[in-house]
Nanobody, 125 residues
């Protein structure tokens, strides 16, 4: 059974940091594209970052560049999202998702068919 479980969310002040984890079971995530997405209240879900394939191809959306780092631990079958210098506009539910049809980072959200339950990130003073 394919499962993705996020953890690491919480409440921080502006400028703070959090590290999100996405642990996979039922498949080896190193072979596929694993993306982090987020959805703020009353907004559409948006992509944040992706890591894919044995070559660890990495793609960041503009909102993440310079502040967020995606990484992977194959032994733990886990993908991480290190988020630094958090801003109030980063407040959202963060999801990880797997695209098990490709070994690269697809830019098409429907390719990501396996989703975790999400973890809330709140940035406020």
């Amino acid at each position: 059974q394919v499962q993705l479980v996020e953890s690491g969310g919480g409440s921080v002040e502006p400028g703070g940091s959090l590290r999100l984890s996405c642990e996979a079971s039922g498949f080896e995530l190193r072979h596929y594209g694993i993306g982090w997405f987020r959805q703020a209240s009353d907004k559409a879900r948006e992509a944040v970052a992706c890591i894919a394939g044995r070559q660890e191809i990495i793609d960041y959306r503009d909102l993440a560049k310079g502040r967020f780092t995606i990484s992977r631990d194959n032994d733990k079958n886990t993908v991480y999202l290190q988020m630094n210098d958090l801003k109030p506009e980063d407040t959202a539910v963060y999801y990880c998702a797997a695209d098990r049809r490709h070994n690269y980072c697809s830019s098409w959200q429907p390719d990501f068919q396996d989703w975790g339950q999400g973890t809330q990130v709140t940035v406020s003073s």
